[in-house]
């Protein structure tokens, strides 16, 4: 009687949890950067839109 040939293959190493939850929480990571960067742009560009219009306080922003 023979045996049937099982060749033992290495298993493959899985990745951890603490691993797999890397790269998508990288990219929320990178969403939450870049909507918080999105709305202070926004934020930010209406203010100066604003302020800047008015040339008295521009002028007192940026004395010559």
């Known amino acids: 009687m023979t045996q049937?040939?099982?060749a033992l293959q290495p298993r493959r190493k899985?990745?951890?949890?603490?691993?797999r939850r890397g790269p998508s929480r990288g990219v929320q990571y990178v969403v939450l950067v870049?909507?918080?960067?999105?709305s202070a742009v926004?934020?930010?560009?209406?203010?100066?839109?604003?302020r800047l219009t008015q040339r008295a306080?521009?002028?007192?922003?940026?004395?010559k």
């Open 4 to 6: 049937p040939e099982t």
């Open 14 to 19: 899985r990745l951890t949890r603490r691993q």
């Open 34 to 38: 870049a909507a918080v960067i999105a």
């Open 42 to 50: 926004a934020a930010g560009r209406d203010r100066l839109r604003n």
């Open 57 to 63: 306080l521009a002028e007192h922003m940026f004395p």
